[in-house]
């Protein structure tokens, strides 16, 4: 029985799950948690999905109460109270009670930081407008749902996780929705190409995307907020939504003169514990270790906030027994409509920004066995280091077993496979769930047939005359979808009768919708001595991403 | 360039993904194909799922036909035709044509056997009645859909996966259903408890279950089949199906004294090598390796054929560059209309059977995100090796997100992962596709708190009236659905204040509904100086598998 003094700053994710941990540690701890808002432990994740009704009842996002933590975790919960001054020193926080102007000074023994992170709102011309908000917690919510309805016209700033997901919403509850990103892609963590189906799915439900544009300023009449993009083009709406990340709420620990990172982010080691080894800090203000590669990384989600709270408690109670965060790897999935996509570890653009060395393929199939009703198609790229084939990233997207996947693969790096180890993961398989050969285990064979020199890929056709196109599809097919430039359509089936059709003494690259018939055609080139490249991740030329893909099977 | 003669015997799952990744490593090799029946590299796992009209369209299951790979892998295949013998020294086969009779003599320079395996059919009385069905391919599935019509009576005999697919498929055409197993549950690799869904679930179809009893004998009249079971039941059925298992298809290869395994499957290396280095084998027919625990283990599964014929090949003309068949965990998985259960690894029951020390625990959530519309109930049992806290197998059963959670296990099992590591496993989070803190997350805690001594488990109610057995679900809830025994009912937040009705000379068990809150009180009172057990996994008895859990969340 410690009878320690435990003082809590932030009272959702990370602050929450410490609590909950430290109490389950130690009853004789006096526990406070301080929160400026009026909630704890709310779903925040849940936020959008209230807006659009698709989560139609708000009590069930208020997880806790004050008194539910009081009577389940014996918390002193102390909401729309605000940590003003930490006195390291005397180890004590000053803590201003919002509802009274008042501040009393609270005792530490130990001392978690869990402030979180706020949404980032740009010092533009004409920001505070009253219309155009940002979403953190559920009075953000409640504005929002007041000031929305159907018929109205809402611009959406930002297209990350949080932006799509109100995209998605705001149409859902009527609104019609422009979507503005400074990107030429939505969701930038992905890599571009496997960010196109969400883009063809928002357009599909009538957003309308500006990439590759950013705000400027807004001009707020009466009637409506004007967005004036870099572009020029000029946005009408009824309300915007800013949704373009977060900074950490750091300025306590800063004037606390707490070691903080390059972005502001508080410093901690892999207990959580800051510069001061009495305060600890986790969730979205901090930042963290890189699972993959060395270095350093931020991931403000509610998976990493809720275990590095965890974590933070297991060291003040259990001593020699608490464990590492061991880090993170940065997963994310978004959903917008019915199309899906996500990502673990780095991405391609990512790896070539950092200056590491590559390598990555990109396969298709379907998300379960193709014969069985249902099957969706679905997009796989995954990449890994070229010496060692270790796994350091990987992305998904398609209609459906998309976060199973990416959890596969998430999987998969933290355990540092390599992509000889794909090849034999034994996936649960019947038919309604997956394939006796998975997308994985295909991404698996074609990244070691690419370290075995059995095949070479490229990601884009080439401009190069001299070298021969072949367009391996059948022939309806390559005469009503031709691809780019000059190709010479020889249907797979009729390749081996037709080599000398080809010049040997010239470069070969063949294509076909998947890549699948692609890779087998180079085969069949590779051994009869041409130089030949396979086209990855096919043309899809005709491809719709909502019927089963038709897939050679051999 | 090898101008190999191959010669696969076989042309289903391990064959044709032999003979297809030959054809791509060589060009200039003559593939030979031979089947005994008239269909090659058929979807042999939708055959159920056609009998029941859920796959309406038969020819989506006869995924190629000779001609197709003539025409994409210039394979030569002859069906309807035996192997009858092998001459290992003058290396070759005798081929049976079975449409003419005649034989001849076929050469190798190497020979893939991937013959399968055989539904079992005990010689039994009665059991030539043509009434009485197995299902191995196109021809018996055609059979059976002739032989079957809605308001017929049908008994399935065998729990097993098969078993059930077929249960539920002839339930779907309109007849009804028993179904008949030897062992006291249903899927008899699953441990008891998480088979017990799948058989609320087929009750909860009108299936008519008969646990713990086998067939003795079959009497047939002119109008129906009467199933005699060891325990004098006898079922009047109009068409039986027999699903007891499969044997491996072995005579060709013991014929040719290749060396064979206690249960009669090939014996074969690391690179699917029987006995006779220039004979491979493949599939349902042979013997592998554990590749959790040391030993040979059989998994008749699709996954691992296809997996072991594109070994066998690359070992064939990669030499070098060929990477071994790592073995297998056996992950399997089955619905049962709409409940699903599955395993990876080992179970407890195989696990004491072989004398192995181990340690267990059951946890239950939703599938994802309680507060997000149609979230599932789901109950994960892990299973680990006490020293070093590695993981040996799991189980899960419900809803939905089954398939997915054995796919993570199935890959942190062959990673070699710990307990330890399940805690920080990264998944993807977003509302519709999981939570903050997943299932997997939860049972990695689950474990180490068990490892660090925070919880003992028990996973049966004591009947010791020495012990306190103390119920801490709400009060309307445990009148309504009382505790077996004589529960003390304290209501979890009323604990604290309420532990001097509790002994503490004597030990407590602590009991709810899900397992949860009872570990939560048994840290209550293992820090006031009590000896407590929490019951593990929880009492569920008001729980509606099919509408979510309600979870405490602190």
Not at 11 to 26: E, I, M, N, T
Not at 256 to 282: C, K, M, N
Not at 406 to 413: E, K, Y
Not at 501 to 527: E, I
Request: glycine content about 10%.
């Amino acid at each position: 029985m410690s009878h320690m003094e435990i003082l809590v700053i932030g009272g959702v994710a990370a602050g929450a799950s410490f609590a909950a941990r430290a109490r389950r540690l130690d009853e004789s701890a006096h526990i406070t948690l301080i929160e400026r808002g009026p909630d704890v432990s709310f779903a925040n994740c849940g936020l959008p999905y209230h807006i659009g009704g698709e989560i139609p009842a708000r009590d069930v996002l208020a997880v806790q109460t004050p008194e539910s933590l009081k009577s389940l975790l014996n918390l002193d919960v102390r909401t729309q109270c605000e940590a003003t001054r930490i006195d390291r020193a005397g180890k004590r926080v000053e803590i201003r009670d919002l509802k009274t102007g008042q501040s009393e000074w609270l005792r530490y023994d130990k001392l978690m930081l869990a402030p979180g992170a706020s949404p980032l709102r740009p010092n533009l011309p004409g920001i505070d407008d009253p219309r155009i908000f940002t979403l953190r917690n559920l009075q953000d919510m409640d504005r929002i749902v007041t000031a929305t309805a159907t018929g109205m016209r809402a611009v959406v700033i930002g297209a990350g996780f949080i932006g799509l997901e109100m995209t998605e919403q705001l149409q859902r509850k009527g609104l019609s929705v422009q979507l503005v990103e400074l990107q030429q892609q939505v969701i930038p963590p992905l890599d571009a190409p496997m960010a196109a189906l969400l883009e063809s799915e928002l357009r599909h439900h009538d957003i309308s995307l500006h990439l590759g544009d950013g705000v400027a300023r807004f001009e707020g009449n009466e009637a409506h907020v004007h967005c004036h993009l870099n572009s020029g083009k000029v946005l009408e709406a009824d309300l915007v939504i800013l949704s373009i990340g977060v900074k950490p709420d750091s300025e306590l620990a800063r004037n606390a003169a707490l070691q903080l990172g390059a972005r502001g982010h508080i410093v901690v080691d892999e207990f959580q514990r800051t510069s001061d080894p009495d305060i600890y800090a986790a969730g979205d203000a901090v930042e963290t270790f890189d699972r993959i590669l060395e270095g350093k990384t931020v991931v403000p989600m509610g998976g990493p906030a809720n275990r590095q709270g965890r974590v933070a408690a297991d060291h003040i109670f259990l001593a020699d027994k608490a464990r590492p965060y061991p880090g993170s790897v940065g997963t994310g999935i978004v959903r917008a409509f019915e199309a899906i996509a996500g990502i673990t570890g780095w991405s391609e653009k990512r790896l070539i920004a950092a200056g590491r060395p590559y390598e990555a393929v990109t396969v298709n199939d379907n998300h379960h066995a193709s014969y069985y009703p249902g099957a969706k198609p679905l997009t796989l790229k995954i990449l890994w280091e070229p010496e060692s084939g270790r796994l350091l990233g990987a992305q998904a997207s398609g209609f459906e077993g998309i976060d199973k996947r990416l959890d596969v693969l998430s999987t998969a790096i933290v355990a540092g496979m390599t992509v000889e180890d794909l090849c034999h993961l034994e996936l649960a398989y019947a038919p309604p769930f997956g394939s006796a050969k998975d997308v994985i285990n295909l991404a698996g064979f074609a990244a070691c047939n690419r370290r075995d020199g059995l095949v070479a890929h490229i990601s884009e056709l080439p401009d190069d005359p001299g070298i021969q196109v072949v367009d391996v599809r059948g022939k309806p097919l390559a005469e009503a979808f031709p691809a780019p430039g000059k190709a010479i359509n020889i249907p797979f089936p009729t390749l081996r009768a037709n080599l000398d059709k080809l010049d040997r003494s010239r470069p070969v690259v063949t294509l076909c919708t998947f890549g699948k018939m692609s890779y087998f055609a180079s085969r069949v080139l590779a051994q009869h001595g041409f130089d030949v490249t396979s086209f990855s991740g096919g043309l899809k030329a005709n491809v719709d991403p909502r019927t089963p893909a038709k897939l050679p099977n051999s």
